[in-house]
């Protein structure tokens, strides 16, 4: 099955250093400070360098949600974690003020990736701050030939989702961490180098076997830090982004293509409260409007890099006025609910519009509220999750073009069954570090990923082209989603985090 949808992927493209204690966190630091109730990793400590169940290298949203959700298991949340990062952030218990502005880097979360983060209990703390659920969703295209508009209601769900800040996201699952039993050190620094033996016998080692006899035996891996830490763990989480040093260091391979395209993205103040997730497909790219809560929205929008350059440097007022024509009328007429339903009436036969079904034109924008951040798109994905000691989570494992959000939903997921697989491992009384317990993890989340990858790479190359007879079937693929109701279903609920692809099962 696996190779079945890598094959669909592919062919879619024809000097002394003592431990602080702070929050209940143990963070490595190069000053002196006492401290009482240290972690753990003190008492496994030797000259070497100290010893840890998991090292998690990157504190990142996935890298601290597999620390959260270890940490809310009965079978792992007395683990001994080390989270390596150099974000000063990590070692400070609030890291979002009060009142702050709205920042550009923002993430929808479906609602199993809602049900996670309650799983673990950050989704309180996520409430306390600026979120937006939206229970609709409108997509059309420039060329005014259809659109399709999904309702919460059709699922008989609440909602389609919820746009939170990064930071709050981040925010939120540190709080667990901090608040739980987890014995956690943060060690704000970069890896450097990864090291692992073949595992052998452990006769000999006598009956406390010391940290470098049992790296010596390959039940350690070692790693070297940026601030001359050393330290070992029995299993190294690579979540550190799509330039991954662990998967450098692992030596695990990557498949992948760059897009021609980078995307906008900053935060925007509207006309009016908005409730519903736009997203109109230009000839260069995706625009989406995503509400973030207080009359602010947020903007994604993809085009070519040299476009992405000068609507990058445009004066304000310019930039607003691109925008609202992105979403309106700019580069083609919108289209007209019963027009466009008369000339596909072949597919859709005497379905009635129900006014909630009807085309609407997006809130105004008013006023730019964040400064515009630019990035490359691309799609890449490691050949393997796993190796011994190893695994790999979110970016580390997998990027994907942002044109449905589902990046991060990848990754939460990821770190969902990782956190599973461990604590499999645990009650088993298996090595958590050995290849065959990772590989159940592995087997879990790549096919996941992969069919996801595929859907998405498809999406964007459909929409990259402008030519007549494929923007008729763009235009019954829209009419198609939106009239017939068994489809649209399917297509919100995979969207929604079930792993079921929209046209089957």
Request: net charge neutral; with cysteine.
């Amino acid at each position: 099955m696996n190779r079945v949808l890598a094959r669909n992927l592919r062919t879619s493209v024809c000097g002394t250093r003592i431990l602080q204690r702070t929050c209940s966190t143990v963070v490595t630091h190069d000053v002196s400070t006492s401290c009482s109730n240290e972690s753990n990793a003190l008492n496994n400590s030797t000259d070497d360098g100290p010893q840890h169940d998991i090292a998690i290298v990157g504190g990142g949203m996935v890298g601290i949600a597999l620390a959260a959700s270890l940490a809310s298991k009965p079978l792992t949340k007395h683990l001994n974690v080390a989270i390596i990062d150099n974000n000063p952030l990590l070692g400070r218990r609030n890291i979002i003020e009060k009142g702050h502005q709205p920042d550009p880097r923002v993430s929808t979360v479906t609602p199993a990736t809602i049900s996670f983060l309650k799983d673990i209990g950050a989704w309180k703390y996520i409430e306390q701050q600026r979120h937006a659920y939206f229970d609709k969703m409108q997509v059309w295209d420039y060329t005014g030939l259809g659109y399709t508009r999904y309702n919460a209601n059709d699922v008989h769900q609440d909602v389609l989702g919820c746009v939170v800040e990064n930071k709050v996201l981040q925010s939120s699952q540190l709080s667990c961490v901090q608040e739980s039993d987890l014995q956690k050190t943060v060690y704000p620094a970069r890896l450097n180098a990864m090291d692992m033996l073949p595992s052998s016998s452990l006769t000999g080692l006598g009956e406390v076997p010391s940290t470098t006899g049992l790296f010596m035996r390959g039940r350690l891996a070692k790693l070297e830090l940026s601030d001359g830490n050393r330290v070992y763990a029995k299993l190294v989480v690579g979540a550190d982004g799509s330039k991954s040093r662990v998967r450098e260091l692992a030596g695990i391979k990557t498949t992948g293509w760059n897009y021609s395209q980078n995307a906008i993205i900053c935060t925007v103040e509207d006309t009016a409260e908005n409730y519903t997730a736009w997203q109109r497909f230009l000839p260069n790219g995706p625009i989406a409007l995503l509400p973030i809560g207080d009359k602010f929205s947020n903007i994604v929008w993809t085009m070519d890099p040299k476009e992405a350059s000068d609507r990058k440097l445009m004066n304000e007022d310019d930039f607003i006025k691109a925008v609202n024509d992105a979403l309106d009328s700019g580069y083609g007429p919108n289209p007209e609910t019963t027009s466009s339903r008369d000339s596909l009436s072949w597919l859709t036969g005497d379905a009635t519009i129900s006014a909630k079904e009807r085309f609407e034109t997006p809130p105004k924008v008013v006023k730019l509220s964040s400064e515009r951040m630019m990035f490359p798109l691309s799609l890449r994905h490691a050949k393997d999750y796993v190796s011994k000691r190893v695994a790999l989570v979110g970016d580390s494992a997998h990027t994907v073009h942002p044109l449905a959000g589902q990046g991060v939903n990848l990754g939460f997921a990821d770190a969902c069954a990782l956190s599973k697989a461990i604590a499999e491992g645990i009650a088993l009384g298996t090595d958590i570090g050995e290849a065959n317990l990772l590989k159940r993890y592995e087997a879990e989340r790549k096919p996941a990923n992969i069919a996801m990858m595929a859907v998405l790479d498809g999406i964007q190359k459909m929409y990259s082209l402008d030519f007549g007879p494929l923007n008729a079937l763009r235009a019954a693929a829209f009419h198609g989603a939106h009239y017939i109701s068994p489809l649209k279903k399917r297509i919100i609920s995979y969207a929604s985090g079930e792993q079921s692809l929209p046209l089957f099962s």
